[in-house]
């Protein structure tokens, strides 16, 4: 390498991992425990044992940070294998999320859903660093169903997702109906099959 293809040296030490799950796991209990006013960066940084300037290094917000405790806590409750039969996969993820949006999950993400909206006017920091990647894998999930025949072609795969999880999302958040994993069950099929 010379000097002008080589990279820029990085400053200060790298991200400690064990920080990092550290600073996540206790902004989300605290969400989950006592409520977003209680996930202060002061309190995270104290109960992680972490300074807020790590914190502030490592997130551009807040926000930023609680939704990155959300989308982890999600990734070890609902994963989203790649392997398997994308109707069965995507059967028990929409079952297991009905259940979680009745528990302290769904307060958590309702109350970071509506801090964004208070805060930036928007959703899009939400969207952008949690639903984005989440919704991809489903997409990828349902095409691959719809290339084996399982699942029906001729909409599209991220209508067919949005179907399915704006539909779970809209009624827990505003009480249309008891979110049910057998619920959820029956709405994949009658999206994804028309049974």
């Known amino acids: 390498m010379?000097?002008?293809t080589?990279?820029?040296a990085r400053r200060g030490r790298p991200r400690s991992l064990e920080s990092e799950a550290a600073i996540l796991q206790t902004a989300y209990r605290l969400a989950a425990g006592e409520?977003?006013?209680a996930a202060s960066i002061d309190a995270i940084a104290r109960?992680?044992?972490v300074s807020k300037m790590t914190i502030y290094k490592w997130w551009p917000s807040r926000e930023a940070l609680l939704i990155d405790a959300f989308l982890r806590q999600a990734a070890a409750l609902l994963p989203l294998p790649d392997e398997g039969e994308p109707l069965a996969i995507l059967r028990d993820h929409a079952a297991g999320y009905a259940k979680l949006l009745n528990e302290d999950f769904g307060r958590v993400q309702r109350a970071i859903i509506a801090e964004c909206i208070a805060t930036a006017g928007?959703?899009?920091l939400f969207a952008d660093r949690y639903?984005?990647?989440r919704r991809q894998l489903g997409v990828a999930l349902i095409r691959r169903g719809q290339a084996q025949g399982t699942i029906r072609s001729g909409v599209a795969a991220a209508d067919l997702y949005d179907r399915i999880y704006g539909t779970l999302f809209?009624?827990?958040?505003f009480g249309w109906r008891a979110v049910t994993p057998r619920y959820a069950r029956a709405l994949v099929d009658s999206v994804l099959?028309?049974?």
């Open 2 to 4: 010379t000097e002008k």
């Open 6 to 8: 080589k990279p820029p």
């Open 35 to 37: 409520g977003l006013g």
């Open 47 to 49: 109960d992680s044992q």
């Open 122 to 124: 928007t959703a899009a």
């Open 131 to 133: 639903l984005a990647a």
């Open 170 to 173: 809209y009624q827990s958040l």
């Open 193 to 195: 099959t028309g049974r």
